[in-house]
């Protein structure tokens, strides 16, 4: 099994910044791609940022500049560093894992977490 914790969310205003962390736990020796989506009322889940096992990353373009992903795979967490906030980014933000292997193989497919919300607001 494996659970993804997040936090980090709040209200803050704009032109600030917010840490989100996602900390994943389980029977875990390792862990492909780990992302940040984001769904505002209304609106489709979208890509945030994503970042793979060997260090690459992308981002939407809405973000570049603003935010920046990391990870740290001795803790399984991957972190949302949030700069420059714009009402515009107000959403539940979601964090996502792929290719989570195990003791004995890969496990499921994807495996999402709970969701915080963030907002910026004044």
């Known amino acids: 099994q494996v659970q993804l914790v997040e936090s980090g969310g709040g209200l803050v205003q704009p032109g600030g910044s917010l840490r989100l962390s996602c900390a994943a736990s389980?029977?875990?020796?390792?862990?492909?791609?780990m992302g940040w989506y984001r769904q505002a009322p209304g609106k489709e889940r979208e890509l945030v940022a994503v970042i793979k096992s060997g260090g690459s990353t992308n981002y939407a373009d809405s973000v570049k500049g603003r935010f920046t992903i990391s990870r740290d795979n001795a803790k399984n967490t991957v972190y949302l560093q949030m700069n420059s906030l714009k009402p515009e980014d107000t959403a539940v933000y979601y964090c996502?894992?792929?290719?989570?292997?195990?003791?004995?193989?890969?496990?499921?497919?994807?495996?999402w977490g709970q969701g915080t919300q963030v907002t910026v607001s004044s």
């Open positions: 389980g029977s875990i020796f390792s862990i492909d791609a």
């Open positions: 996502k894992v792929e290719g989570v292997a195990g003791p004995i193989g890969y496990v499921g497919y994807e495996h």
